[in-house]
């Protein structure tokens, strides 16, 4: 036979249809559970009635009722016996699933939201849940839609909006916001090829850092720098005049501290997979470039995306006789699924494929100073000596 607490689980099921129902103006249809297969045994059937009965509504109470017939059973004898449960009201219902509160926060934020944007009624019969789960920030996300709709796409930093919320409510509440907003806004208000909530609606964002070293000081003279060391935003970044200047771009920070000096040379501190960002910086595209990454399978996932961007690219110490010097300085490496880098040259993905199957990591740091420095070294004079030839016809 079923049980109170079958029966509040019966009803838990209907609560969400019920406030859908209530959200169209639909009357409330009583609900009827059967009561189940009474127990053929006495004292057990007597208990489960009992604790039936005494769960149920009494006169002038709410809950459910019991709907009861009298059988004539062989082992048993004449028996009442339940075979119904009933929610005869929405009291009823409310009450056995102890939500006569909830339900009342939930009609107040209704109306709330009913007469300040009627337009998000479909959403809410959609998703009365969240309705119910975001009571008490109604009053501020409704704010934040209006300003929204009046000023789509405001470009500007959150904590510049003039809404009276507290500063963090928008960043605790972008999830749900989002739902409303790409609900309200006409579609090209809204840029939907994002994940970030600032781009997606027209919100100013902190921008990447670049930070970047001038490995000569003669394009500190030549460009009438008093620095050499500088980090910017990618947008101010893109404004500098290093276009046709060598750029070495390498992960480790000391390993980026310690380049040397070079001629007609700066260097970039790389952001991991963030390298992709770099593509915001046009002039970048006519640099002589660079990579130094950490000997892993990582590392040649970022070559191979920074390549994507800057086919030219070309890797330093990224091959199998640097991997063999430093053997012994080798660590465990993170495990990495991916088989298949496209931008990357046969003899790079064979290593790739080397350090990936046998999960082997040779940090950039491990490698000694001095014989970073004389591959560093090399590797420029190779470059501009080809460079030399072609822009003189050689070959």
Same mark, same amino acid.
């Given at each position: 036979?079923?049980?109170?607490?079958?029966?509040?689980?019966?009803?838990?099921?209907?609560?969400?249809?019920?406030?859908?129902?209530?959200?169209?103006?639909?009357?409330?249809?009583?609900?009827?559970?059967?009561?189940?297969?009474?127990?053929?045994?006495?004292?057990?059937?007597?208990?489960?009635?009992?604790?039936?009965?005494?769960?149920?509504?009494?006169?002038?109470?709410?809950?459910?009722?019991?709907?009861?017939?009298?059988?004539?059973?062989?082992?048993?004898? !004449?028996?009442?016996?339940?075979?119904?449960?009933?929610?005869?009201?929405?009291?009823?219902?409310?009450?056995?699933?102890?939500?006569?509160?909830?339900?009342?926060?939930?009609?107040?934020?209704?109306?709330?939201?009913?007469?300040?944007?009627?337009?998000?009624?479909?959403?809410?019969?959609?998703?009365?849940?969240?309705?119910?789960?975001?009571?008490?920030?109604?009053?501020?996300?409704?704010?934040?839609?209006?300003?929204?709709?009046?000023?789509?796409?405001?470009?500007?930093?959150?904590?510049?909006?003039?809404?009276?919320?507290?500063?963090?409510?928008?960043?605790?509440? !972008?999830?749900?916001?989002?739902?409303?907003?790409?609900?309200?806004?006409?579609?090209?208000?809204?840029?939907?090829?994002?994940?970030?909530?600032?781009?997606?609606?027209?919100?100013?964002?902190?921008?990447?850092?670049?930070?970047?070293?001038?490995?000569?000081?003669?394009?500190?003279?030549?460009?009438?720098?008093?620095?050499?060391?500088?980090?910017?935003?990618?947008?101010?970044?893109?404004?500098?005049?290093?276009?046709?200047?060598?750029?070495?771009?390498?992960?480790?920070?000391?390993?980026?501290?310690?380049?040397?000096?070079?001629?007609?040379?700066?260097?970039?501190?790389?952001?991991?997979?963030?390298?992709?960002?770099?593509?915001?910086?046009?002039?970048?595209?006519?640099?002589?470039?660079?990579?130094?990454?950490?000997?892993?399978?990582?590392?040649?996932?970022?070559?191979?995306?920074?390549?994507?961007?800057?086919?030219?690219?070309?890797?330093?110490?990224?091959?199998?006789?640097?991997?063999?010097?430093?053997?012994?300085?080798?660590?465990?490496?993170?495990?990495?699924?991916?088989?298949?880098?496209?931008?990357?040259?046969?003899?790079?993905?064979?290593?790739?494929?080397?350090?990936?199957?046998?999960?082997?990591?040779?940090?950039?740091?491990?490698?000694?100073?001095?014989?970073?420095?004389?591959?560093?070294?090399?590797?420029?004079?190779?470059?501009?000596?080809?460079?030399?030839?072609?822009?003189?016809?050689?070959?």
């Amino acid at each position: 036979m079923i049980t109170p607490d079958e029966i509040k689980q019966k009803a838990e099921r209907q609560y969400i249809p019920f406030l859908r129902a209530w959200l169209r103006g639909e009357a409330f249809v009583p609900m009827v559970f059967s009561a189940g297969k009474p127990s053929s045994d006495f004292v057990r059937l007597k208990n489960e009635v009992e604790r039936l009965q005494a769960c149920a509504k009494t006169e002038g109470g709410s809950g459910y009722r019991i709907e009861s017939v009298t059988q004539q059973k062989r082992l048993l004898g !004449t028996q009442t016996v339940p075979i119904h449960v009933v929610l005869d009201t929405s009291k009823d219902l409310l009450s056995t699933i102890k939500k006569d509160e909830e339900f009342i926060r939930f009609k107040q934020d209704v109306q709330l939201i009913r007469e300040q944007i009627p337009q998000l009624e479909s959403w809410m019969q959609t998703n009365p849940k969240k309705v119910v789960d975001n009571h008490n920030c109604w009053s501020g996300l409704l704010a934040v839609c209006l300003y929204f709709l009046d000023h789509p796409r405001p470009h500007l930093y959150i904590r510049e909006l003039p809404i009276n919320v507290d500063t963090k409510f928008i960043e605790r509440h !972008t999830g749900i916001l989002k739902e409303l907003l790409e609900q309200l806004l006409p579609q090209e208000a809204i840029m939907h090829d994002t994940t970030s909530f600032e781009k997606r609606f027209g919100l100013r964002e902190e921008e990447i850092q670049v930070h970047i070293r001038l490995l000569d000081d003669q394009l500190r003279t030549h460009y009438a720098l008093l620095i050499t060391e500088l980090t910017l935003p990618h947008s101010q970044c893109a404004a500098l005049p290093l276009k046709g200047q060598y750029c070495i771009i390498t992960e480790n920070k000391m390993t980026f501290l310690t380049l040397p000096p070079l001629p007609n040379t700066f260097a970039i501190l790389g952001g991991g997979f963030k390298v992709g960002s770099l593509v915001s910086i046009p002039w970048l595209s006519e640099c002589p470039m660079i990579y130094w990454g950490d000997l892993d399978a990582h590392g040649f996932q970022i070559l191979s995306q920074l390549r994507s961007i800057f086919p030219h690219v070309i890797s330093l110490m990224m091959e199998k006789e640097t991997l063999q010097i430093f053997a012994e300085y080798c660590v465990r490496g993170t495990p990495c699924a991916v088989r298949r880098l496209p931008y990357l040259t046969a003899d790079e993905h064979e290593l790739f494929l080397h350090l990936a199957q046998n999960s082997i990591r040779l940090e950039q740091e491990r490698i000694t100073h001095a014989y970073a420095l004389r591959q560093i070294q090399n590797t420029l004079l190779q470059m501009r000596n080809r460079d030399r030839r072609g822009s003189s016809g050689g070959i």
